[in-house]
């Protein structure tokens, strides 16, 4: 029997692995001849269904007993005690209303924290978006979270990786580029199309349950592990992470290690990886509960560096902590209306035009 299980591990791991190796390798496909770039580009757009495939026609073929995907044949809540609308004030005490208020208040946290650095990461300049806006996301947001609770749906904020990885899929870059050139990024394509489409398709998937079974769980553990570390790509924290393991010769050309010594560089991040730490373990934990709280800890640890670094190199590795002293001022000059003055006749000098 444990050599059963044993075996059995070792297959799903290798299910797992096979389809991340896969997955890179078609998003990067080894193709250098020019005529082939759009080949290649609709290879790379198309990789995770073709791996998918590859990997389900494997197992169907070798006939492992497989975890499969579970999906459910019929839209009806999970619980059969229950109907859809759940009620609030139910047969439970006065008292038990008042004290969930404490922890309505850490996931309220959160959820909020979860979300909103799902945006900065997204709406960062890199990307060259149009302005966010944050007031209206939030209201509606919060109105679909109120209709998700008394629905007894999940809650849902913008995932991290998945949001990522719908930027990098609709990017636009320069066609025309000199031998060994990269392309030059332009923008990112900003609609509503793809996100509606999303949506539907994932509502239509529950009749494609009878197909989606076949789908292993180890494939799609492997597809998950791909696109989290497609998404480390660009991130300034990765970066600076290969740097330890990185001679300084072939270091890239990075803006931030132009003005920053790497001494600095190196503690910067070595604050950050002892913070992410700190936050894995207890998120792994009983003390889970307080997690929201930790969050919050790290705007005290945020406010602490800058008396370990400079304003110079923060603002290189990081964004610098607004001044409220400085946005008064700012908010004063915008006020003020600039006053011209028209010598085109003796009457009008001196006149105010606001």
Avoid at 55 to 70: A, E, S, W
Wanted: aromatic fraction near 12%.
């Amino acid at each position: 029997m444990r050599s059963f299980l044993s075996d059995f591990s070792i297959i799903i791991s290798i299910l797992v692995f096979c389809g991340l190796d896969h997955l890179m390798e078609l998003d990067t496909p080894k193709l250098h001849v020019p005529t082939e770039i759009k080949l290649r580009k609709l290879i790379s757009d198309f990789s995770i269904f073709m791996s998918i495939m590859s990997f389900v026609g494997l197992d169907m073929l070798m006939g492992l007993d497989t975890p499969k995907l579970i999906v459910p044949t019929e839209f009806k809540p999970t619980r059969p005690d229950r109907g859809w609308l759940v009620m609030p004030f139910g047969k439970n005490p006065w008292w038990w209303y008042v004290a969930s208020s404490v922890p309505a208040l850490l996931v309220t946290i959160l959820i909020f924290m979860d979300q909103q650095i799902s945006a900065v990461i997204v709406n960062r300049k890199e990307n060259k978006l149009k302005a966010v806006a944050t007031t209206w996301t939030c209201s509606g947001w919060g109105v679909l979270m109120a209709v998700c609770s008394f629905l007894g749906l999940p809650w849902y904020v913008a995932a991290t990786v998945i949001s990522i990885a719908h930027i990098d899929s609709l990017k636009m870059e320069s066609e025309s580029s000199a031998p060994g050139q990269q392309p030059q990024f332009l923008g990112v394509r900003e609609q509503r199309l793809t996100g509606i489409l999303v949506f539907v398709l994932t509502g239509v998937s529950i009749f494609l349950a009878p197909v989606l079974q076949y789908i292993p769980m180890p494939v799609l553990y492997g597809v998950f592990l791909y696109m989290g570390v497609a998404s480390l790509s660009g991130i300034q924290f990765w970066e600076r992470i290969k740097l330890y393991m990185m001679p300084p010769k072939h270091q890239p050309d990075f803006s931030f290690l132009r003005h920053v010594p790497m001494r600095r560089v190196h503690l910067f991040t070595l604050v950050q990886i002892i913070c992410l730490a700190v936050l894995w373990i207890l998120k792994s934990t009983f003390l889970a509960i307080i997690f929201p709280i930790m969050i919050l800890g790290l705007m005290v640890v945020r406010k602490l560096l800058d008396l370990m670094f400079s304003q110079h190199d923060l603002a290189w590795m990081d964004d610098i902590l607004p001044d409220k002293d400085k946005k008064k001022e700012k908010k004063k000059k915008k006020k003020k209306k600039k006053v011209v003055e028209l010598p085109d006749s003796d009457e009008e000098v001196g006149r105010k035009y606001y």
